[in-house]
């Protein structure tokens, strides 16, 4: 509240220290504006913009926690600014906004989160099994409520990369962007693996492609999202163990072969992946993961030749290392 702000600062103000700058460069500048009950960062942005300075630039949008545009790192910590109250910062202390360390700058608080576009196309669709005959004339599927459920919880994902900026793999690795999908494509890959009606394989592409094994389970990525999504518990986790078993559990490959239990293997899942277009992140190392401009996922996870060489003349020079 602004009363408690009043009390412990000497004349009722706020300092904002927000940074300024693009990719050449920048700095933190400090502006002062008087406290106001009931506010949130994004609100004390605005205000600033309104009085001192109408070029600083700023993404946001639905201003309720439910669009993910706004994030930033408020304090050092990866956090919404339309959901981190004024009065829940420490009082009498200046305000800290900087963009997302973990994606390139673009203007002021705006980063270009572009990367995880391109992630995002190199995951394969949901693909239903075919209906049985009572499904046929009923018009639908059939599923159990709690295998709904189970996957229901990544579907609350708002998509503001918080997770993606605090996690160290690609925070302070730049040459795992090729090789690191982040966690929150691993709830996206959960989301789609957990579901009943779902027959395409991805452990393949997430233990060898989407760099999977990296993770080392530090439960930042929960901590920070505001959706309160267990991503590391719910997600991550039972992700790692269906790669395992699906790698090197021998009672699970004899109960597939009994059961004729079979998924679309990682090449013919991921025909179907809109991965078209140059990836997002071309470093000199080896591109991996993403794959090179014009060159279709499938190369990557052994296709046929010939389609490796089709999809090269389409101008791709060369294709990707095994």
Not at 140 to 169: A, N, P, T, W
Not at 297 to 303: F, L, P
Request: overall charge negative; aromatic content about 4%; glycine content about 6%.
């Amino acid at each position: 509240m602004a009363e408690e702000i009043i009390r412990n600062t000497a004349s009722g103000e706020v300092t904002m220290r927000l940074w300024r700058g693009d990719a050449d460069g920048g700095e933190f500048a400090e502006y002062v504006m008087p406290a106001q009950e009931g506010e949130v960062v994004l609100d004390v942005i605005h205000r600033v913009q309104a009085t001192q300075a109408p070029d600083l630039a700023c993404r946001w949008n639905c201003k309720a926690g439910k669009c993910g545009s706004c994030s930033a790192e408020i304090n050092g910590r990866p956090a919404l600014m339309c959901m981190t109250r004024m009065d829940a910062l420490p009082p009498g202390e200046s305000v800290t906004v900087a963009p997302m360390r973990t994606f390139p700058i673009l203007r002021d608080l705006v980063t270009d989160v572009s990367y995880n576009y391109e992630v995002a196309k190199r995951i394969p669709p949901f693909e239903p099994r075919p209906k049985m005959a009572d499904e046929v004339l009923a018009g639908g599927y059939r599923m159990q409520q709690i295998d709904v459920e189970r996957s229901q919880e990544f579907r609350k994902c708002i998509e503001c990369y918080l997770c993606q900026d605090v996690c160290h793999v690609i925070r302070d690795h730049e040459e795992n962007k090729t090789a690191f999908a982040g966690p929150r494509f691993f709830a996206r890959s959960a989301e789609l693996e957990m579901h009943p009606l779902d027959v395409n394989d991805r452990r393949e592409l997430l233990q060898k492609e989407q760099g999977l094994g990296k993770c080392n389970i530090t439960k930042c990525c929960t901590e920070v999202c505001p959706e309160h999504i267990k991503i590391t518990d719910n997600a991550i986790i039972p992700l790692k163990e269906r790669v395992v078993d699906a790698s090197y559990d021998p009672v699970a490959w004899l109960g597939r072969k009994i059961l004729k239990r079979r998924k679309r293997t990682p090449v013919e899942a991921t025909a179907d992946a809109p991965a078209t277009g140059p990836a997002a992140v071309q470093p000199e190392l080896e591109v991996h993961g993403i794959p090179a401009p014009e060159l279709g996922i499938a190369a990557m996870v052994g296709a046929p030749s010939g389609d490796v060489a089709s999809a090269s003349a389409t101008g791709a020079d060369e294709a990707p290392p095994e």
